[in-house]
């Protein structure tokens, strides 16, 4: 593949990430929004939180595939990709993470409500668990490619891993978390941002360009890191 | 290329303070005012995603010079 046919060193997506982002920001703030109890003005947070998930949930399927390629061709390009990919994704679950944690302290850790005054009963939040075991196995991906030094072996094994991580995603966050009883929204009626019935159908106006940012600005970062590791991997053959 | 972008920057911020000092009595002040003062945390919002963009742009552009020397 030639450097300027590929996607990594075409600007146009990036340019509409800047744009969809600015729009996100400018109307996310202004819309106006429905007043649901407890959550007021902080169902915002729909165009943050919840695309920082969406956007490492792409990021992750983006991996996989590359790693899946990976093993169909045995170019080792694709192992990058996979590697650069899954970062990033760990980078905007972390932050889906955080900010998680700031808009549940200001509605669910209700000091009126005995039942989520205390540390103990959010800890106990299925979604929480699930994500958190999620996000620790792709740590582990990260941490078995790196201590591997036999470029082929690395590749190898960290691409059949990172199917089996991906694998392991459904349960976690898909499927486990709606079983059970939780203060999160989306339960056993599916997910809330996606549902038509749920979600205010002038917030889907932002809401959507909003994954579609956020998911653009985290390929760019990662299109950054994979053309640095490429250029490395050069300079070591010469 | 160094010196153009220091003199911008500069620029900016010169800018940017005297855009500060007029806003008392113009009109611009009243609409940063209203609404509980939302436009405000808005600016602010687009400032740091202004800064994050910047240093990605230079990112790449560093990335592409790098990649053409080689």
Wanted: with cysteine; hydrophobic share 50%; net charge positive.
């Amino acid at each position: 593949m030639t450097p300027t046919k590929n996607y990594m060193y075409k600007s146009w997506w990036k340019v509409l990430s800047v744009v969809l982002l600015i729009y996100t920001v400018v109307a996310g703030l202004l819309i106006k929004v429905p007043d649901l109890p407890a959550l007021e003005e902080t169902i915002r947070n729909l165009f943050f939180h919840v695309c920082m998930w969406f956007g490492m949930m792409i990021l992750f399927t983006v991996s996989v595939i590359n790693s899946i390629r990976y093993l169909r061709t045995f170019n080792l390009r694709y192992d990058i990709y996979a590697r650069h990919y899954a970062t990033v994704g760990i980078v905007m679950g972390l932050l889906g993470y955080a900010t998680g944690a700031v808009w549940m302290s200001y509605t669910w850790a209700d000091p009126n409500n005995p039942a989520t005054a205390s540390f103990s009963t959010i800890a106990r939040e299925p979604k929480l668990i699930g994500a958190a075991i999620a996000l620790l196995i792709y740590f582990a991906y990260l941490v078995l490619r790196d201590s591997i030094n036999d470029m082929d072996k690395r590749a190898r094994i960290s691409a059949v891993y990172n199917i089996f991580a991906y694998a392991m995603l459904f349960p976690s966050i898909w499927i486990v978390p709606r079983i059970l009883p939780s203060l999160h929204p989306g339960g056993s009626e599916g997910n809330p941002a996606m549902n038509f019935k749920d979600i205010d159908s002038n917030m889907r106006l932002v809401f959507y360009p909003a994954v579609i940012g956020w998911t653009l600005l985290g390929v760019w970062i990662a299109t950054l890191k994979i053309r640095l590791s490429l250029l490395k991997e050069k300079q070591m053959i010469q | 290329m160094r010196k153009i972008s220091c003199l911008f920057a500069l620029l900016l911020l010169l800018l940017s303070t005297s855009m500060l000092h007029a806003q008392g009595d113009s009109n611009m002040g009243d609409t940063m005012r209203s609404n509980g003062r939302i436009y405000v945390v808005i600016t602010v919002i687009l400032v740091i995603l202004a800064g994050l963009f910047l240093y990605l742009i230079r990112l790449d552009r560093k990335m592409s010079k790098l990649e053409k020397n080689n």
